[in-house]
């Protein structure tokens, strides 16, 4: 399983930009593909995930209000939208895949991962 996220940038503050992650290398009915971001010196936090088969997304509290995470079947990429973004959004932005399971929330339940793309938020 290969993931290569792209869409990272710099962005004004209340800006918004649109990640993809491209998956390849397995058939993903099975699996959910999650959003996660770390910023220096913090720990690696869940933004969003979604189920590949059903599309059956879950959103961290601190998400849902304005980060949207869809799959896009024909371009093979799960994409997350990120709208009124601010300075405190600077991060390296990750997908990760596993397969099917519970608590999507929990990175170390995440199989596979990719390289990261950076976002920075000027104020």
């Known amino acids: 399983v290969q993931l290569v996220e792209s869409g990272g940038g710099l962005v004004q503050s209340g800006g918004s930009l649109r990640l993809a992650c491209a998956a390849s290398g397995s058939t993903f009915d099975r699996y959910v593909i999650g959003w996660f971001r770390q910023a220096p010196g913090k720990e690696r936090d869940f933004l969003a995930a979604?189920?590949?088969?059903?599309?059956?997304?879950h959103y961290a509290d601190s998400a849902k209000d304005k980060f949207t995470i869809s799959k896009d079947y024909a371009a093979n990429t799960v994409n997350l939208q990120m709208n009124s973004l601010k300075p405190e959004d600077t991060a390296v932005y990750y997908c990760?895949?596993?397969?099917?399971?519970?608590?999507?929330?929990?990175?170390?339940?995440?199989?596979?991962w990719g390289q990261g793309t950076q976002v920075t938020v000027s104020s």
């Open positions: 990760a895949a596993k397969v099917g399971g519970s608590r999507w929330n929990e990175n170390f339940k995440y199989d596979y």
């Open positions: 979604i189920r590949w088969a059903s599309e059956t997304t």
